[in-house]
């Protein structure tokens, strides 16, 4: 895993890798100079008793630590460019991905769990580079020079205080060992736990609505419990190593002593060197630590490297075909030829459906709730494969053009609009980046919102709030629309809200749709009577199957057609009056169907 992320990014980190390792040298050497002059200071200064010591003694002790405190600080500001870059690096590549992964992928995800997940996960990868480098680096540099110092003081010292080594590496195996597991828990639960509160906020008005306060807090309560418990049950696990190693340098320390002082009473040898060697058994201690217990800590910043791994290794389900081509669009022509689909092997949605839509005419859509429509819609955007039978455009099978291509040359205004963070003129603008002002301008009129537009305290230039929060439900559908017009597709796909909008608001976004649909080869899932009695064709669907088609006289004309039948039961006041502006109500579930692959 190591290797792999140093291997992705290792390179454009050259210099300040270079800038950490030579300042690593820097503390290192300066650390184990000031053991060193341990020596020479008790033998010179307090056992020769020699004053001109005094002088180079301190100027070279508070040079080191002059060294020391520069070298560190080098290190420190270098690592840490390095690890802020990783972030923004990795978070981009996540966010890039993601983006090139299908619909069916955010179908079974959720959102905001994912997005919590990425950011933990993205800062454990900083940890994971910023902890090995500083462990390697300095940590196991500086444990080199020291010990290398002991051993010149003292062989036979040093190899009895390195016998604690095999018990600490020991401990440092179980101890790893054990947090693993309770590391990848505690980052599913905090990412559950901050999803959640991005979910709460973002339905806020539901959960004030259906006063849901008092039991979203007690689950989200239950959550942040858990997540306290893992993070102790971490704490008592990883920190168990910190008397482990304790006791252990204790007896080494207790042993070094004992001999030493043997030899100095009973053999009567000089102190300089035991000391020297005391202060640097004293100094290794610290790095020796965290060189062990950066292994337990690592191991958590594996987990989160192993997660982002795990998405960024997702294959996007669906990719173009090697050979694909540009779809080249002439007049827009829709033809379903035997599509069979399901979400499911066992389960088709669409069975065997043919139709075919008129270029630059208006093809509705009606059906009964969970009939397959907006699936169909899903499957001429290419969100899905078809199992079997084909979709063309203008005589080209959709599987064989490019993707984006595809859907460069199709306009899809959905049942909820979705207004994303940006001015007004931005969100009509991602119709179509290359729109001009004016155009934008001239879809807002068209789409009957410039004049609402131009009420907003900056006009065009108006942030939305979050999901357009500043704006009302038909305000946003219009906003939509013009981001549809500006598209200049000759493709439109329009699925029709079913909430209810004020007369004056659905009439306004009726004159708009009207705009809209103009000369463009227009699929609508119908929920106005207006629309469908004003279609040039309409297709009715029953459990994925085609079952009737006409127009709406001709579909009338027999009493006993289903489509007759839907009025009947669910349009009885609307009939006959076309400009009835009221939701046929086909789809209940439409709405959340397609909230869901949005
Ligand atoms: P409609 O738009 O006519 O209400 P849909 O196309 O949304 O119908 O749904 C048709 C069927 O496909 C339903 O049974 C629904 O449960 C199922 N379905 C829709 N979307 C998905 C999905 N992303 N994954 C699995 N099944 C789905």
């Known amino acids: 895993m190591l290797r792999r992320i140093i291997a992705e990014n290792g390179?454009?980190?050259?210099?300040?890798?270079?800038?950490?390792i030579v300042c690593s040298l820097l503390v290192s050497g300066a650390t184990a100079f000031s053991a060193w002059v341990m020596a020479p200071m008790v033998n010179e200064i307090f056992y020769e008793r020699r004053g001109d010591a005094i002088v180079w003694i301190c100027a070279g002790f508070m040079g080191a630590f002059i060294v020391r405190g520069f070298a560190g600080y080098g290190q420190a500001i270098a690592l840490a460019t390095i690890g802020n870059n990783l972030v923004a690096r990795y978070q981009k590549r996540i966010f890039d991905h993601l983006m090139r992964l299908g619909v069916d992928f955010f179908s079974d995800t959720r959102s905001g769990r994912l997005a919590a997940q990425v950011d933990e996960n993205v800062g454990g990868i900083r940890d994971l580079l910023s902890l090995t480098l500083i462990s390697i680096t300095r940590d196991a540099v500086t444990l080199v020079g020291l010990v290398a110092l002991m051993v010149y003081q003292d062989p036979v010292l040093s190899l009895s205080s390195l016998l604690i080594g095999p018990p600490l590496i020991w401990a440092v195996v179980y101890i790893t060992r054990r947090v693993r597991k309770i590391?990848?828990?505690?980052?599913?639960?905090?990412?559950?736990l901050t999803g959640s509160i991005q979910e709460a906020t973002q339905g806020i008005a539901i959960v004030k609505a259906f006063t849901m306060e008092d039991e979203l807090a007690r689950r989200i309560g239950i959550m942040a419990d858990t997540a306290e418990q893992r993070s102790n049950k971490i704490a008592r696990v990883s920190e168990r190593l910190s008397p482990i190693s304790d006791m252990l340098a204790g007896l080494a320390v207790t042993a070094v002593i004992a001999y030493s002082g043997y030899r100095a009473l009973v053999l009567g040898q000089p102190p300089g060197a035991v000391f020297s060697f005391i202060t640097a058994l004293i100094l290794a201690y610290d790095p020796a630590r965290r060189l062990a217990r950066m292994q337990v800590t690592m191991e958590r910043a594996l987990v989160n490297a192993?997660?982002?791994?795990?998405?960024?290794?997702?294959?996007?389900?669906?990719?173009?075909?090697?050979?694909a081509v540009e779809?080249?669009?002439?007049?827009?022509?829709?033809r379903f030829s035997n599509v069979t689909f399901g979400y499911s092997a066992d389960m088709p949605v669409l069975r065997d459906l043919s139709f075919t839509a008129a270029a630059g005419k208006v093809t509705a859509v009606v059906g009964a709730s969970g009939a397959g429509k907006s699936t169909m819609v899903a499957l001429l955007q290419r969100f899905y494969d078809v199992d079997m039978g084909s979709i063309e455009i203008d005589g080209q099978d959709i599987s064989k053009v490019t993707k984006r291509s595809l859907r460069q040359s199709i306009a899809y205004v959905s049942q909820a609009p979705y207004l994303f963070e940006g001015t007004i003129r931005d969100n009509i603008r991602y119709g179509r980046l290359s729109a001009a002002d004016a155009e934008i301008e001239q879809a807002a009129k068209q789409a009957a919102a410039d004049e609402f537009i131009r009420q907003q305290p900056q006009?065009?230039?108006?942030?939305?709030?979050?999901?357009?929060?500043?704006?009302?439900?038909?305000?946003?559908?219009?906003?939509?629309?013009?981001?549809?017009?500006?598209?200049?597709?000759?493709?439109?796909?329009?699925?029709?809200?079913?909430?209810?909008?004020?007369?004056e608001?659905?009439?306004?976004?009726?004159?708009?749709?009207?705009?809209?649909?103009?000369?463009?080869?227009t699929i609508v899932i119908a929920h106005r009577?207006?629309?469908?009695?004003?279609?040039?064709?309409?297709?009715?669907?029953?459990?994925?199957?085609?079952?009737?088609?006409?127009?709406?006289?001709?579909?009338?004309?027999?009493?006993?057609?289903?489509?007759?039948?839907?009025?009947?039961?669910?349009?009885?006041?609307?009939?006959?009056?076309?400009?009835d502006v009221k939701p046929i109500q086909t789809s209940q579930r439409a709405k959340k169907a397609v909230g869901r692959k949005a």
């Open 11 to 20: 390179r454009d980190h050259r210099w300040s890798y270079a800038v950490v």
């Open 183 to 192: 590391n990848r828990e505690s980052v599913l639960i905090n990412s559950r």
């Open 306 to 323: 192993r997660m982002i791994y795990e998405l960024l290794d997702l294959e996007p389900k669906q990719s173009d075909a090697t050979d």
């Open 327 to 334: 779809a080249r669009i002439t007049t827009g022509e829709v």
């Open 459 to 503: 006009g065009y230039d108006t942030p939305v709030g979050e999901n357009g929060a500043t704006l009302s439900g038909g305000q946003r559908q219009r906003v939509s629309i013009a981001r549809a017009i500006v598209r200049q597709a000759p493709i439109l796909l329009l699925d029709e809200a079913t909430s209810a909008l004020d007369n």
């Open 505 to 521: 608001a659905e009439a306004r976004v009726q004159e708009a749709l009207t705009h809209v649909m103009e000369g463009r080869t």
């Open 529 to 579: 009577l207006s629309t469908v009695v004003n279609a040039d064709r309409i297709i009715v669907l029953e459990e994925g199957r085609l079952v009737e088609e006409g127009t709406h006289a001709s579909l009338m004309a027999d009493p006993h057609s289903i489509y007759a039948r839907f009025h009947r039961i669910q349009g009885k006041k609307g009939l006959g009056l076309v400009d």
